[in-house]
């Protein structure tokens, strides 16, 4: 029976029944791929993690970040430290720095795109005491958000 439902389809019908079935297998492969990209790029990106070495602190972000997030991303490391004041930003091809002050001392935090680096450093060794405290106000509101 099955020879027979063969017997009766011609070359190009056949033909056309397996494009149908290729293409509907690229289409579902097109899906899926698609579905996980929306996934991935409509995740808020979030701090993963915070550290402190060397007098510097370090952020690393939940997702791969590109340049255009930079703002996101330092308004989301920045509202965690209140009553800051940005006094500038100084933009480059593929890094971007935010001076900014808090507690009577001067920051920078950095952000360096190609290689996904995050850090934050003191304007001046005068300041060097107080990123510490800085940290700890980082470190404290990240725990809190887990």
Partial sequence: ?????FSEISISDYH???????????????????????????????????NYRDMQITALFNQHWFQEDIVELHQLLLSKIPEYRVKEVTQGADREDIRFQWRE???????????????????????????QSLFNLLKKSQSSHV
Avoid: G
């Avoid at 029976?1 to 439902?5: G, S, T």
């Fill in 16 to 50: 056309q029944i397996l494009t149908i079935k290729y293409l509907n297998s690229i289409n579902l492969i097109l899906f899926i791929i698609i579905q996980f990209l929306t996934e991935i790029l409509m995740r808020p990106i979030a701090i993963q993690s915070i």
């Fill in 105 to 131: 001392a001067e920051f920078i935090l950095h952000f360096d795109y190609y290689s996904q680096s995050c850090w934050l450093s003191v304007q001046d060794e005068i300041n060097v005491l107080k990123i």
């Fill in 1 to 5: 029976m099955l020879i027979d439902l």
